[in-house]
């Protein structure tokens, strides 16, 4: 199939499991289309099993496979999702909780990364280096995914704009810290061996490249929004942005994803502002919400059918039920290590702890890293491990994070 079939393809069974959830299941949008595709693949794999000679359960595996989901979002449509969500994070918002989200997106990925590598290690026996790639590329949250919710749970707005602003720069870091230790476990698929030098060169290229080539387009696409006043032309001027600022910095060896938050931090807050009129506004705003949910839906269908690309047995399944149990103890200590950091230094909710636990959701990102990774024995397990926690993490923390948020988040946040 080629590309504009594929695309047929995806958007014609978005569009008809978002129905059946519409009808019949009444969960919100993503999770819904999540759950339907997750049965439907499991229904496809029940004929294979009851009548193999048809063969279905193959052609659609070879069918996902021709869909390359790794490729797919990493160097499509992860730009647009990250520009997307950080167009609507104020840039006044996120400096009074700078401290709490540089912490936890950096900080925290490290101890994330640890801890999840060395649990990991101990239960399945693979080199420690080996899990600790699975550590960095486990650790993110998924921006999509904690946006998403984030809509529904009515949180305090000190604590909402923690939770999205680590989430949007969580998935650029996360980023850097896998390359880099992809790098060490697996020096021969990256062509020479990656020493600590090299890995701190890496980090500062990718990351703050990234961060100072978004900060700088963004304010190239500005002073040319301040001199224009037609709404259709800022809009394609914003999709150019998104999409040619992340495959810039994807060619010049920096951080696609850093750069496409900056950006869209940049022009969700002073583009919007000052760069222009309040149709444009509107229309960018219109525009933007309904890329976001288009591709988000496009995305939960491909989570769901990657299910088909899984290999599961008793080891992985053991494997991939210890891996959901450590993400969590990991994310609770990525977050409440930064938190009793800055305790002496400002006061926190009582719920800021449970919730941001709880509520950093797993996404795409982990399951396109994984489908990345070079092949190697412990391949298999990781993806298996991976797609368990991520599919965890969407459908059983996605649909109880807001009752959470609700239960224990009510208290006002003092800043």
């Excluded at 960018?284 to 989570?303: C, G, P, S, T």
């Amino acid at each position: 199939m080629d590309i504009l079939e594929i695309a047929a393809l995806l958007i014609v069974l978005a569009g008809a499991f978002g129905c059946i959830n519409y009808f019949y299941l009444h969960l919100p949008h993503t999770i819904g289309i999540l759950i339907v595709a997750l049965v439907a693949s499991f229904a496809v794999l029940g004929v294979d099993f009851l009548l193999p000679t048809l063969g279905v359960a193959e052609r659609v595996r070879r069918l996902v496979d021709d869909l390359n989901f790794s490729q797919t979002l990493l160097q499509g449509m992860l730009g647009l999702l990250l520009f997307a969500g950080a167009l609507h994070v104020k840039l006044g918002d996120l400096r009074a909780q700078a401290r709490a989200v540089g912490l936890i997106a950096t900080l925290g990925i490290g101890l994330s990364t640890l801890v999840m590598g060395v649990g990991f290690s101990w239960v399945t026996g693979i080199p420690l280096m080996v899990a600790l790639v699975f550590g960095a590329l486990i650790s993110p949250t998924d921006p999509v995914a904690v946006l998403g919710v984030l809509r529904q749970a009515n949180l305090p707005k000190s604590l909402e704009t923690k939770i999205a602003g680590e989430s949007l720069f969580n998935d650029g870091v996360g980023y850097v810290v896998f390359l880099l230790l992809v790098g060490l476990a697996f020096p021969s698929a990256k062509g020479h061996d990656a020493g600590l030098g090299e890995a701190l060169r890496l980090f500062l290229q990718e990351a703050v490249g990234g961060a100072v080539l978004g900060g700088f387009l963004g304010w190239l696409t500005f002073q040319l929004m301040k001199r224009i006043d037609d709404y259709a032309l800022e809009v394609l001027l914003s999709l150019g942005l998104a999409f040619g600022g992340y495959e810039l910095a994807v060619s010049l060896g920096m951080s696609g994803p850093i750069a496409a938050v900056v950006a869209g931090l940049f022009i969700g807050d002073v583009g919007m502002t000052y760069g222009m009129s309040e149709e444009t506004r509107k229309y960018v705003d219109a525009f933007w919400k309904l890329i976001d949910e288009i591709l988000n839906a496009v995305l939960f269908l491909l989570i769901g059918f990657e299910v088909l690309a899984v290999a599961f047995d008793r080891a992985t399944l053991i494997a991939g039920t210890a891996a959901i149990g450590l993400s969590l103890l990991a994310r609770f200590v990525a977050v409440s290590i930064p938190i009793l950091i800055l305790k002496p230094f400002r006061r926190f909710s009582r719920g800021v702890i449970p919730i941001m636990t709880w509520g950093g959701l797993k996404g795409g990102i982990s399951v396109a890293l994984a489908l990345s990774l070079p092949e190697s024995d412990a391949k298999p397990l990781i993806l298996t491990a991976t797609y368990m926690v991520v599919v965890f993490s969407i459908i059983v923390q996605g649909l109880t994070v807001a009752p959470l948020a609700t239960r224990v988040g009510r208290e006002p946040e003092l800043l």
